[in-house]
Structure formats: structure tokens, C-alpha cells
């Protein structure tokens, strides 16, 4: 993949933070989820790509999320013999428009937008349900073992960083299945943040020693998980996932979808192999991203753009002025131009 689709991609995360950070604290997250859809719509007509979402939110039926199987980008548009179409690359595209909804309905911190770029058929076509995970930077690559205790993988990320179980911090979702996890790391004398949403985010900062997350622990969705394998790959860190069906309808679902083994545990390159690209854009105010920012007629961005291929990792501050924009419309409350 071309390496200048990673800054082409991180367009489609601004639109999609600038038009949800337009309700943030207005208590509608479907209202916010559903405007970061639209804008990441928008936007990706401009990428000169032949896209395919396999990581989406949902089915074709519920409609204007972006659904798995949809496809996007320029080249599916193009005309003309069947060469031009090959001057668009073939890529399988993971996205969550608004990781955090709620932290945007209340404006809490950490809501974030990302996109996840593969060679075609290099993403795990993960099923809608959760998945088991623990995450790493890199300097805790290798350590860890989702089959083994949460304590035996502190004392091993301790071990790999030179320092104390106390002085390590675990990042864990806010859930009433997690009360036991919680229990057991405070037992073993690590810290813990705990996030009302947005295990995607909370993976990426243990690759970030300035967010002073070591790992992440607990059950999210397995589509995040993809998308945190990804960003990780890119990074250097790790993660680990064991899916954890809820039904037999979700299990019976997966299987359609090529998966064999219920208890397999999946590692980073299983769930995001080959050439990887990553982009996130900062809704809210977070400890890894800024929000977005409104001044006038434009509004200031912050976002982070990483490769696999080169293990470049990039932070683009961005002032967008809506008037100067064609591409953002819709941004502007006018109508779409002729």
C-alpha cells in the first residue's frame, strides 16, 4: 500500500470527530454516532481506493452505519477499462466512526474516531460479539499470556519493565463482569484507570509511555480488538483475544463467518496481518488525543497516523477552516453544492 494513504486516511477520521464533536454533551450518542457515520461517508468518496468495511457496525440492513460489506473509496466508481480500476488499491478497511459514544453524549473523555487499513483479506472478520483481551506496549512484548492469571501477567509486564507490580497501571473497562478482575489487580498491588468506554483507545495508550497505561485487561468487543491489533502492529506492542459468545446465535453467527474454534486464542498478527495502517482522531479531550476544538468558522484537530511497514508513528495537529473545504459541506450547515 502506498504510504501516502495513511495521511489520506487520517482525513476520513478528522470529518468523522468534527461532525460528532458537534454534539458533544447533548446526551443523543446515537444522534453523535450516526453524524460521524455520514462524515466518514462523505469523505471517504475521496480516497483513490477500492475499499471493503469488515469491521463496520453491522449489517446491511442497519443502514446509514456503515455496514460490513460496504464498499467505498473512488475506485469502485471509476469508469473505464478494467486497468484503471487496478491503479486503486484493493484494501480491507476497519472503522469505528465514534469509539465512545456515550463519552461524547456526556462529553467525557477518550471518545475517539478510527480507521484501520489492510491489504485485502489481512483483517480478522471478526464476529459482533466480546472478546477477552490484554494488551501491551512494546517494552512488554512477549511477556504476557491471556491464558494465565490476570496477577502472573503483572508480575511478568513488571518483570519486562524493570519495575514494581505497584508501580504498574491497568486500564479496565467499568463493567459489573469485570468485579473480580478488578478485585484481583488491586489485590496484587498494581493501579487501575478505569474507562466508562473506549477499549480501543485504552489499548493504543499502552503503547504511549507519556499515558502511563502498562496494560489493558477485561472484555470488550471483538471488532475493537481487530482495530487495537492494528494500531499495536503498527507500534510494536501486542495483544492477545479469546472470543466469549454471549449466545448460541452468536456463536452459530461466527461460524458462517469462517471462524472454527470457540476457544482459540488469537495473537496480534492473527487479527491484523501484513501491510497495516492506523488513524485516530480525538473527539473528546483524552489522555492519548485532544478533542476537537470549534473557533468560528473552522475548528483544530488532533490526530495520530501509524504504518506497520516502517513503525512510523505521526501526530497531526490540524486547524480546519470549513469555508476553505468543499469536501466538508456538510460541516458548514449549508446545502450540498451542485
Not at 473509496?73 to 477499462?81: D, E, K, M, T
Not at 466480546?130 to 512488554?140: P, T
Not at 471488532?223 to 503498527?234: F, I, Q, S, T
Amino acid at each position: 500500500m502506498d504510504r501516502n494513504l495513511a495521511l489520506e486516511a487520517v482525513r476520513v477520521t478528522e470529518a468523522a470527530a468534527l461532525a460528532s464533536a458537534r454534539l458533544m454533551g447533548r446526551g443523543d450518542g446515537k444522534a453523535a454516532d450516526q453524524a460521524a457515520v455520514e462524515a466518514m461517508r462523505h469523505t471517504f468518496d475521496i480516497l483513490p481506493i477500492r475499499g471493503t468495511v469488515v469491521i463496520g457496525e453491522g449489517e446491511r440492513d442497519e443502514a446509514p452505519m456503515l455496514y460490513i460489506g460496504e464498499k467505498v473509496g473512488q475506485g469502485w466508481r471509476a469508469v473505464g477499462p478494467e486497468q484503471d480500476q487496478e491503479k486503486y488499491p484493493k484494501v480491507d478497511i476497519a472503522v469505528d466512526p465514534l469509539e465512545g459514544t456515550n463519552l461524547c453524549a456526556t462529553g467525557a473523555p477518550d471518545a475517539i474516531s478510527v480507521i484501520a487499513l489492510a491489504q485485502d483479506g489481512k483483517f480478522l472478520n471478526a464476529p459482533d460479539t466480546y472478546m477477552q483481551k490484554i494488551a501491551v506496549g512494546a517494552a512488554a512484548r512477549g511477556a504476557i499470556d491471556i491464558l494465565k492469571s490476570p496477577t502472573w501477567n503483572l508480575s511478568a509486564v513488571a518483570e519486562a519493565k524493570r519495575a514494581r507490580v505497584q508501580d504498574l497501571t491497568a486500564i479496565i473497562l467499568e463493567r459489573p463482569r469485570h468485579q473480580e478482575l478488578i478485585a484481583e489487580v488491586r489485590k496484587a498491588g498494581a493501579r487501575i484507570r478505569l474507562i466508562q468506554d473506549g477499549d480501543v483507545a485504552g489499548a493504543i495508550a499502552t503503547a504511549d509511555a507519556d499515558t502511563g497505561v502498562d496494560i489493558l485487561l477485561g472484555t470488550g468487543g471483538a471488532p475493537e480488538g481487530v482495530l487495537a491489533a492494528a494500531a499495536l502492529r503498527c507500534t510494536n506492542g501486542e495483544i492477545q483475544g479469546i472470543l466469549r459468545f454471549r449466545s448460541n446465535e452468536e456463536w452459530e453467527r461466527a461460524q458462517r463467518m469462517g471462524i472454527a474454534d470457540a476457544d482459540r486464542v488469537y495473537k496480534t498478527e492473527d487479527l491484523a496481518q501484513g501491510e497495516v495502517m492506523f488513524a485516530a482522531t480525538g473527539v473528546t479531550n483524552g489522555a492519548y488525543l485532544g478533542g476537537v476544538h470549534f473557533s468560528g468558522t473552522g475548528a483544530r484537530t488532533s490526530s495520530i497516523v501509524m504504518r506497520s511497514k516502517s513503525g512510523t508513528v505521526r501526530r497531526i495537529e490540524a486547524q480546519h477552516f470549513f469555508d476553505r473545504k468543499p469536501n466538508y459541506w456538510w460541516l458548514t450547515g449549508k446545502d450540498e453544492p451542485k
